[in-house]
């Protein structure tokens, strides 16, 4: 089964192409508005918040991780959202689906990477997913974004939300073209699909959902920032992210600085800077998998927590 990864060493080269392909754009820039927008409410101790996205949100682990993980109980998994939760003092529900899509996350029928559904060789969509097998935080039928709209019309009191989505959107091209995405051809339109995707979200959540609190993007991390293919994919990634989100008062968590910080003293791996899962064969260390360690968790919710507390 297929899940949420961001830090594909492949994938990376296909995304490095996305260089020049946002228009003005310059790798350390954002597209998103500055913090602390006018009208918008500040998270208040005791209030809910609502956590969106893929494996990252939903603090997913791979199978050969220590202790190995219970996928038949959620609660065993814990993400940044957690995190946040237990600092800000929120009452959370987490919605996040590993494998999840920007397109799958609109309509639970869209092809996903191992949420709902998977890719075959060739594209075409697979059933069965993680949702299909396993529990996620809440329980619920069809796409995150219904459930979203339901949750914010039965909650009022919610006062944040997070969104971390669209790097599957990434690795699906990757896994089901011949040269794996690294033609602009293949790649503009990803990258255009996940801003086009994250725009919809946001505007469904502000004008439908009518929701007035804070709304934050998730920035993905890169697991090797002295690799240049990574860090540049990454960084592009999440330009097409905070494209989606301008125009509708959202604030950034930069995950990406976060991680890079951390890991300069490690030169750059965010491996050996602890923030990625340890992966064993036995009691053989194999490798970090993509996916964030507690530690690295921690950093994802200080990003989100420094944006919210401003």
Known sequence: MRVSTIGSRRGA????LAVGLLTGASAGASNAPAPRHPGVAVAAPGSDYLALGDSVSFGYREPTTVP???????????????????????HLANAACPGETSSSFLNASA?????????SATGAIEPGGYRTLYPLHVGYTGSQMAYALRYLRTHPRTSLVTLMIGANDGFICQQTTA????????????????????????????RSAHFTGQIVLVNYYATSYANPLESV???????????????????????????????QFSAGDSCAAGLLTRLFSGTTFTGCGVHPSV????LLAQAVESVVRK
């Open 233 to 263: 994919a990454s960084a592009y990634l999440n330009k097409a992210l905070d494209a989606g989100g301008a125009g509708f008062r959202v604030e950034v968590a930069d995950g990406y600085g976060a991680f890079q910080q951390a890991a």
């Open 13 to 16: 080269a296909a995304l490095v």
């Open 111 to 119: 092809l996903s990477n191992g949420c709902e559904n998977h890719p």
């Open 179 to 206: 040269d794996q995405c690294v033609s602009a051809a293949e790649l503009t339109p990803v990258l255009a699909t996940v801003t086009a995707n994250v725009r919809t979200i946001v505007r469904t959540l502000r």
């Open 68 to 90: 190995a993980p219970d996928y038949g109980t959620a609660a065993n998994f814990v993400g940044f959202p957690e995190d946040v939760a237990s600092a800000l003092g929120l």
């Open 295 to 298: 530690a690295g968790q921690a």
